[in-house]
């Protein structure tokens, strides 16, 4: 148990950007649970970026979340099937729905 604790704990020593790297870098030579663990997290994630963002974030932010996420995802296949196909469903719905967004502010200007 310990483990997947340990491997879903990112190194706050790191700026915030560098720590989004290292997760990409690493997150294949963590245990299983904590793989699955992590596309879960992404999945409840990229929902909220859609759904229910955070204040003040832009369509672009928005975007490059999803794509690190996709990246993130993308090391860690072959962990769960089941996970995985959720995960790129919902990134796809995310990505339809920013694009609608971006297509709406596109059009009021």
């Not at 020593?13 to 790297?21: D, I, P, V």
Request: charged share 35%; proline share 3%.
């Amino acid at each position: 148990m310990f483990q997947i604790v340990k491997d879903c704990t990112d190194d706050k020593s790191l700026s915030k950007h560098a720590q989004k790297e290292q997760q990409v870098l690493t997150a294949a030579s963590k245990c299983r649970a904590a793989r699955a663990l992590k596309i879960a997290d992404k999945i409840c994630n990229i929902r909220d970026i859609a759904g229910n963002p955070p204040k003040g974030w832009t369509v672009e932010r928005k975007e490059r979340y999803l794509d690190w996420a996709e990246k993130v995802v993308n090391e860690l296949k072959g962990t769960s099937p089941n996970l995985e196909a959720n995960f790129f469903a919902e990134l796809s719905k995310s990505m339809d729905k920013l694009n609608k967004e971006k297509d709406k502010k596109a059009n009021a200007v």
